[in-house]
Nanobody, 125 residues
């Protein structure tokens, strides 16, 4: 069982920055693929970014150049640094863990087996 707890959300003006953190339980954190998703009101939960065990990273096009995902395996934590925030970034942000030993897809909700409770990010114009 893996527990994920997000923090760092809040209200920020357009153009501002926030850092989200996701602390994970368990002794195998370094072996997990960690992802960030977001869900805006009335919309489906969408993929934002993932970071693989090897450190390989992938972002959705809408956040490339503005968001940075990173991980600290010593602290069992994954981060999402968000810069140049836009009102359309407003959403509940969720971190997720893929604990499977093998895989080739980490873009979809179904690829992840553990989820945090989410943290609200609101960007005002």
């Amino acid at each position: 069982q893996v527990q994920l707890v997000e923090s760092g959300g809040g209200l920020v003006q357009a153009g501002g920055s926030l850092r989200l953190s996701c602390a994970a339980s368990g002794r195998s954190f370094s072996s997990y693929v960690m992802g960030w998703f977001r869900q805006a009101p009335g919309k489906e939960r969408e993929f934002v970014a993932y970071i693989r065990r090897s450190g390989g990273i992938y972002y959705v096009d809408s956040v490339k150049g503005r968001f940075t995902i990173s991980r600290d395996n010593a602290k069992n934590t994954v981060y999402l640094d968000m810069n140049s925030l836009k009102p359309e970034d407003t959403a509940v942000y969720f971190c997720a863990a893929n604990t499977a030993p093998y895989g080739s897809s980490w873009y979809y909700r179904r690829d992840y087996d553990y989820w945090g409770q989410g943290t609200q990010v609101t960007v005002s114009s």
